[in-house]
């Protein structure tokens, strides 16, 4: 059956051994259907379609009972009339409890590329939830990840904004979660699809170079297996051996990484061994190098160092026949079940009841008890960073001085690594050798790197540690652990710490009159001295409080709220406006929407400030608390610029920004503030631009839609 193809009923049913298994399923089927009657999906086809190619996919993965059924259900409690006891009734606790976790999952599409300040506390507090049922039941991931992928398939359906939408979100949640999960295939299909929809010109390109020599490259591994089949068999392994196919976003990464072009990625030429057992993975191994010169600083042993996701093969890459580079992978049979199931390899279905797995137990342990421990953050957008840095990030694997590996997210510092060894550890660190060399504490780990860490009795942690700016520490964990000590000191010390830093914060922002009780509510605190203590132990940091005073001090202000004097921030002098019915008015632009000509606007009447001006449709207008204090006010015709931010999210390649900057070039339009942050292999640049009007606004940010490999372009109003 073809990827595009759904899966009857019968050919689901034809994978489940029981009887009563095949009638549960039946009856799902049924039962879905039934609800779904009348709905279609936005392609044209029955919405049933859906939930058969979800469950059809489930079972290919050879899921449970079970989890096939929630998959035929998965959408009902969501989109039809169906409770979630209604199910519980039908298929018990366990089927309705899967339906009711991936109902409750459809908040991480959500999460998308958006940190945590873009986030209000309603949707922070929601993903929080999400994560944590992801936690109590590993199918759940699954059962999500199967909707996923159907629906990539059938992505061009979608109006392109929404096909955009989705396969960012694919790009930055699923994909990685699939890759946690261990599951290649869905991965590495979840990736391709996301990223022709996101960089179709690179992909294409990519493409395009890999089909114009496959006829020439399935020749070349051909002969290569062929040679190797028979050198095993000279030996005595009994081995499958096979060509690889790569994904196109993993030939991308790789030339990016490694800044080389397509004819110099070596895996592009790959093959698969699949041997018996551990020792005749490593005879083949001396069997490949024997045949073929292994390329420097291309080995791994994924076999003695598991990743955390339970993949294990041994990885070579050599120089083959003609001079051509090839990878070659080498794996036993219950590895390779492994690699292709991933987790989902431990729920096969079995007569006779499920095999407990000890090693997979302590795997999803451990991933459920990195999601809980990540619920301590008291803030939740905190804990949605925690557990997207500490799940979905690339990874390290760094070594103890004595061999034991610690598997880090990318970028974690010796602290990091302290903390993950043991508590006490981390607080009394004090300076760290990296390969028996000194390293400031701030030093990034790579993969290999042998750690250790040098502490002292009397030592306790520093709070420059949990301050973001400096770059001590990379991981929810070490920060949870810091904070949790400062939080177990002296509270009074702590509340006194914490009121000369409000009061300093608060000094510098020449907001003086404000009350400490004020700052403490902004924050959801009630008492102000547990707020104190909370600054002074450091859950709440000064760029906290300077984020939300100022944020709230021009909620008030643009409100018409009397509040104290404050030292008056800049505010961009406002154009030639026609106030109607009056003139010789003082009048600026209103900082939360930053209105141009072209835009509808209206005036608010300040108090001894003059005629702010904003757009019609801004938030704090359509909330205003005095409507008679509006004025309708008018563009002039007076031709000036006008300061606005955009930002623009795109996989980073040569001359990207050079091919920004001539759109706006060709436009006219100056450039006065640029910054650029990298994450992997996508960038967003945030660039202030003088406009005229909408009009042109509107035309630039069109044109830069059709930059290749942007995905995103937005006007940032705040």
Not at 6 to 35: C, H, K, N, S
Not at 44 to 54: E, K, S
Request: charged residues 25%; aromatic residues 6%; glycine residues 8%.
């Amino acid at each position: 059956m073809s990827k595009q193809q759904i899966p009857a009923i019968e050919e689901i049913l034809a994978q489940i051994r029981e009887v009563e298994g095949q009638d549960m399923v039946r009856r799902a089927y049924e039962f879905a259907a039934t609800a779904h009657k009348g709905q279609f999906r936005k392609s044209g086809a029955p919405y049933i379609q859906h939930t058969l190619a979800v469950a059809g996919l489930l079972a290919e993965l050879r899921m449970d009972v079970e989890t096939i059924v929630a998959g035929l259900l998965h959408d009902v409690v969501e989109d039809c009339d169906v409770s979630v006891e209604d199910l519980v009734d039908a298929f018990g606790p366990t089927v309705a409890g899967l339906v009711d976790g991936v109902t409750k999952l459809q908040e991480i599409n959500r999460l998308g590329r958006m940190g945590a300040a873009e986030r209000d506390e309603r949707e922070l507090e929601s993903l929080r939830k999400t994560f944590l049922a992801m936690a109590r039941d590993a199918r759940v991931m699954l059962i999500k990840l199967a909707d996923r992928l159907h629906n990539m398939r059938t992505l061009d359906a979608l109006p392109p904004d929404r096909q955009r939408r989705m396969a960012r979100e694919t790009m930055e949640i699923h994909a990685p979660l699939a890759n946690r999960l261990g599951i290649w295939s869905w991965k590495g299909e979840l990736e391709d699809r996301a990223f022709r929809c996101l960089a179709p010109d690179t992909y294409y390109e990519i493409a395009t170079q890999l089909a114009a020599r496959r006829a020439e490259r399935e020749a070349e591994v051909e002969q290569h297996v062929a040679l190797l089949q028979h050198h095993l068999w000279l030996e005595g392994l009994q081995a499958e051996i096979t060509g690889r196919p790569k994904h196109i976003y993993s030939i991308y990464r790789k030339m990016q990484r490694k800044q080389i072009p397509l004819e110099r990625v070596y895996d592009i030429r790959a093959i698969r061994v699949i041997v018996d057992t551990v020792p005749d993975c490593y005879q083949a191994l001396g069997i490949v190098h024997s045949l073929w010169t292994p390329i420097p600083g291309e080995f791994d042993d994924y076999i003695a160092t598991p990743k955390e996701n339970m993949y294990q093969s041994l990885h070579t890459a050599v120089v083959g026949m003609g001079g051509k580079t090839l990878e070659v992978q080498i794996r036993t049979h219950y590895m390779h079940h492994i690699a292709e199931y991933g987790i989902a390899a431990h729920w096969r279905y079995k007569e006779g009841g499920r095999r407990r797995d000890r090693q997979f137990e302590e795997k999803i342990a451990a991933l459920r008890a990195q999601i809980e421990a990540r619920s301590e953050e008291g803030d939740a957008g905190a804990f949605v960073e925690a557990v997207r840095t500490d799940l979905f990030e690339d990874r390290v694997y760094v070594f103890t001085p004595k061999g034991k590996i610690i598997d880090l997210p990318a970028g974690a510092t010796p602290i990091d690594f302290a903390y993950y060894v043991h508590t006490e550890i981390g607080h009394r660190c004090r300076g760290a050798k990296v390969n028996g060399r000194w390293v400031p504490l701030d030093y990034v780990l790579r993969t290999g790197d042998q750690v250790e860490i040098i502490t002292a009795k009397r030592a306790v942690p520093s709070r420059d540690w949990i301050n973001p700016a400096l770059g001590y520490v990379k991981t929810a964990r070490a920060r949870s652990k810091i904070r949790r000590w400062f939080r177990q000191q002296d509270r009074e010390q702590n509340i006194a710490l914490g009121r000369a830093i409000l009061e300093r914060e608060l000094k510098r922002l020449g907001l003086t009159g404000m009350s400490h009780e004020a700052v403490a509510g902004l924050f959801g605190y009630d008492k102000v001295e547990d707020f104190l203590a909370a600054v002074g132990f450091g859950d709440v940091n000064s760029q906290q409080i300077a984020a939300r005073v100022v944020e709230a001090r021009q909620r008030e202000d643009e409100a018409g709220l009397e509040v104290p004097p404050v030292v008056p921030l800049p505010t961009e002098a406002a154009p030639e406006i026609h106030v109607l019915g009056t003139g010789g008015l003082l009048t600026r632009l209103a900082r939360c929407c930053n209105p141009i000509p072209g835009e509808p606007i209206v005036g608010y009447v300040t108090r001894g400030r003059g005629i702010t001006i904003h757009r019609r449709d801004c938030s704090n207008v359509l909330n205003v608390r005095d409507p008679e204090r509006l004025i309708e006010v008018n563009w002039g015709t007076q031709v000036r610029t006008f300061p606005v931010l955009i930002s623009v999210l795109a996989y980073d390649r040569a001359g990207l920004l050079h091919d920004i900057s001539g759109v706006l070039s060709k436009e006219g339009i100056n450039i006065t503030a640029l910054n650029v942050t990298r994450n992997q292999n996508l960038s967003t640049f945030y660039i202030t631009l003088e406009v005229t009007d909408i009009g042109q606004l509107g035309r630039v940010l069109a044109r830069i839609n059709k930059v290749p490999n942007v995905i995103e372009v937005q006007r940032q109003t705040r």
